[in-house]
């Protein structure tokens, strides 16, 4: 099983400023990353697919970079409403593997 | 507006079965895959079982292989789990999720096992 292993748990981030969200794989992927946005009582939400591209609707503040193992969702300007979970996902493999999740709270 | 609505959690015995359902509308059905996914204490999130188009084309995870089946049906627009032989370990939020990957999920279903 390929396993994500997220960081970091936790993120405490000023309104306007930068935040910077880390995945990495057990075994290289071929770009087949995804990031989710969860907050209470809704069903996540899809950010980024290919490892950099926005889903429909997502405001550009919004990033994903990285390749091979190592991959990143940055919110450049950070807004009080991405109070939320955040999950990388790989679908490269199998069923797919999710990160154990990064809580980002707007301070 | 696309829309995925779970439904059919609660709280189950151990051994017992259960049946969700996830009702869909705003898109064309048929042309969509589709997966369960939980969240569960013990294992985080996890994708469960997937079902292709076809209906045929279907994957499950090791933790849920031979006591859970999916499903779909093409004329009501739904997808569905059966699940047997639940244990303590299925407690969790369950939800359907589109395609591959996940472009649109529900708002989830709570399972509890507990006697």
């Known amino acids: 099983e390929t396993v994500m292993a997220q960081s970091p748990a936790t993120l405490s981030v000023s309104p306007g400023e930068r935040a910077t969200l880390s995945c990495r794989a057990s075994?290289?992927?071929?770009?087949?990353v995804a990031w989710y946005q969860r907050k209470p009582g809704q069903g996540p939400r899809l950010l980024i697919y290919?490892?950099?591209m926005r889903a429909t609707g997502i405001p550009a503040r919004f990033s994903g970079s990285g390749s091979g193992t190592e991959f990143t969702l940055t919110i450049s300007t950070l807004q009080s409403e991405d109070s939320a979970v955040y999950f990388c996902?790989?679908?490269?493999?199998?069923?797919?593997?999710f990160g154990q999740g990064t809580k980002v709270e707007v301070k | 507006e696309v829309q995925l609505v779970e439904s059919g959690g609660g709280l189950v015995q151990p051994g017992g079965s259960l049946r969700l359902s996830c009702a869909t509308s705003?898109?064309?059905?048929?042309?969509?895959?589709f997966n369960w996914v939980r969240q569960t204490p013990g294992r985080g999130l996890e994708c469960i079982s997937y079902?292709?188009?076809?209906?045929?084309?279907?994957y499950y995870a090791d933790s849920v292989k031979g006591r859970f089946t999916i499903s779909r049906d093409n004329v009501q627009n739904s997808i569905y789990l059966q699940m047997h032989s639940v244990t303590a370990e299925d407690t969790g939020l369950y939800y359907c999720?589109?395609?591959?990957?996940?472009?649109?999920w529900g708002q989830g279903t709570l399972v509890t096992v507990s006697s």
């Open positions: 705003g898109f064309i059905f048929r042309d969509y895959s």
């Open positions: 290919g490892a950099s």
């Open positions: 999720a589109r395609a591959r990957p996940f472009d649109q």
């Open positions: 079902i292709g188009t076809d209906g045929t084309t279907i």
């Open positions: 075994q290289s992927l071929d770009g087949n």
């Open positions: 996902h790989q679908y490269n493999y199998g069923l797919g593997t």
